[in-house]
């Protein structure tokens, strides 16, 4: 029997680790903490047990399982359109569950080294009729289902779990942070229409597309705010922290230039530059997804965004209109939490059994 009252989510980023657990019977009940910023990851065993120990000892529970939010720069997703007669009798799930398992199974036989982490159905059309949900009662002679799959390197996810075995922990549930987040952010602004969310991080920025209610495509560039950084090192021969910290502060760039105008003037320059050559691929790669000329909302999160912000403060104008969301921790490790509360009701939740000293290992699809 789980006798446990919390759930603990860990949002585990290339830089920083937040964590956040939640107690499920008192929603005003929940405890935080992040790491300090890093680049060095060979220690990361020992960071995340310092998070485990002060969040056990704020939540009075140890922690054995959590559920795992991450990104990769080779994240991606893909659509899969397939259909199939029935004999007019009332459509089950398991019906569903079937055409999604086997769907599933293609994806996994071409893409070999990769895991599926989320199934998305967007769309059901029964006879002709579309339906954004699964629908009640109801007879079907044919159906075709359309479903995004959002796929993570296997390497990747079982790096994690090895981190997380040697602290004794076991992870419940894969979670892609950005599309997480994204629908957080999209529930709690009433975005409707085109709307995209890029999560820019420290290596890879993710995009989200969404027209309303449905999601239409994962992308991910190779480039963060960290080859931003990176640039502005070698162009002013600074090092890397003072080139982070030069990035994230405009209005202070004479201190951390020493006054020098020359090289204030280069700074600027290099920034705007770099942020709207990103900016333009973001919005051509959008632009592609959402095949449409139309205007569509540009909704900016991450810690690599912060970027975009003293940009405005500068009053330097972009390519395309942009919005900024600003994050806590509280409001990233949130969004886990109500992502497995089954915010969005077009996802197909995969839920593993609880893991057995044997390590066996059975997935389960529910409906929301």
């Known amino acids: 029997m789980n006798n446990k009252?919390?759930?603990?989510?860990?949002d585990?980023?290339?830089?920083?680790?937040?964590?956040?657990?939640?107690?499920?019977?008192?929603?005003n009940e929940s405890f935080y903490l992040d790491s300090e910023f890093f680049t060095d990851r060979s220690n990361l065993e020992l960071k995340i047990q310092k998070i485990v120990t002060s969040l056990e000892k704020k939540s009075n529970e140890y922690?054995?399982?959590?559920?795992?939010?991450?990104?990769?720069?080779?994240?991606?997703?893909?659509?899969?359109?397939?259909?199939?007669?029935?004999?007019?009798?009332?459509?089950?799930?398991?019906?569903?569950?079937?055409?999604?398992?086997?769907?599933?199974?293609?994806?996994?036989?071409?893409y070999i080294n990769y895991n599926v982490v989320h199934i998305i159905i967007n769309n059901y059309k029964i006879d002709g009729v579309d339906?954004?949900?699964?629908?009640?009662?109801?007879?079907?002679?044919?159906?075709?289902?359309?479903?995004?799959?959002?796929?993570?390197?296997?390497?990747?996810v079982l790096f994690f779990k090895t981190i997380f075995s040697k602290s004794n922990i076991l992870i419940d549930q894969i979670i892609c942070s950005s599309y997480a987040k994204s629908i957080n952010h999209k529930e709690n602004l009433k975005l409707k229409e085109y709307?995209?969310?890029?999560?820019?991080?420290?290596?890879?920025?993710?995009?989200?597309?969404?027209?309303?209610?449905?999601?239409?495509?994962?992308?991910?560039?190779?480039?963060g705010g960290n080859h931003i950084t990176k640039d502005i090192s070698q162009i002013l021969k600074i090092d890397i922290e003072q080139s982070e910290y030069a990035?994230?502060?405009?209005?202070?760039?004479?201190?951390?230039?020493?006054?020098?105008?020359?090289?204030?003037?280069?700074?600027?320059?290099?920034?705007?530059?770099?942020t709207d050559e990103l900016l333009e691929l973001c919005g051509k790669l959008i632009e592609s997804n959402l095949h449409t000329s139309d205007k569509f909302n540009m909704m900016f999160m991450g810690e690599g965004s912060k970027i975009f912000n003293n940009q405005q403060k500068n009053k330097n104008s972009f390519s395309y209109d942009i919005s900024l969301i600003g994050e806590t921790s509280q409001d990233i490790c949130?969004?886990?939490?109500?992502?497995?509360?089954?915010?969005?009701?077009q996802e197909v939740v995969m839920v593993p059994k609880r893991q057995i000293k044997q390590g066996f290992f059975e997935k389960l699809f529910h409906f929301f």
């Open 5 to 10: 009252n919390f759930q603990t989510f860990f």
């Open 12 to 27: 585990f980023g290339f830089s920083k680790i937040r964590a956040g657990t939640f107690n499920t019977n008192n929603q």
């Open 63 to 110: 922690i054995n399982n959590i559920s795992l939010m991450i990104d990769s720069p080779e994240m991606f997703s893909v659509g899969i359109s397939l259909s199939k007669k029935f004999d007019g009798s009332i459509l089950k799930e398991s019906n569903i569950q079937f055409l999604v398992q086997d769907a599933k199974q293609q994806i996994l036989k071409h």
């Open 131 to 156: 339906y954004s949900y699964f629908p009640d009662e109801i007879k079907c002679n044919f159906i075709s289902l359309d479903i995004l799959f959002i796929c993570l390197p296997t390497d990747f």
């Open 195 to 223: 709307t995209s969310f890029i999560d820019v991080g420290f290596n890879k920025t993710s995009i989200i597309c969404y027209l309303n209610n449905k999601i239409l495509s994962v992308d991910v560039l190779p480039v």
């Open 247 to 274: 990035k994230h502060n405009f209005t202070l760039t004479d201190k951390v230039l020493n006054h020098n105008d020359d090289s204030t003037e280069l700074l600027q320059k290099t920034v705007i530059a770099r």
């Open 334 to 345: 949130l969004s886990g939490f109500k992502f497995i509360q089954g915010l969005n009701k």
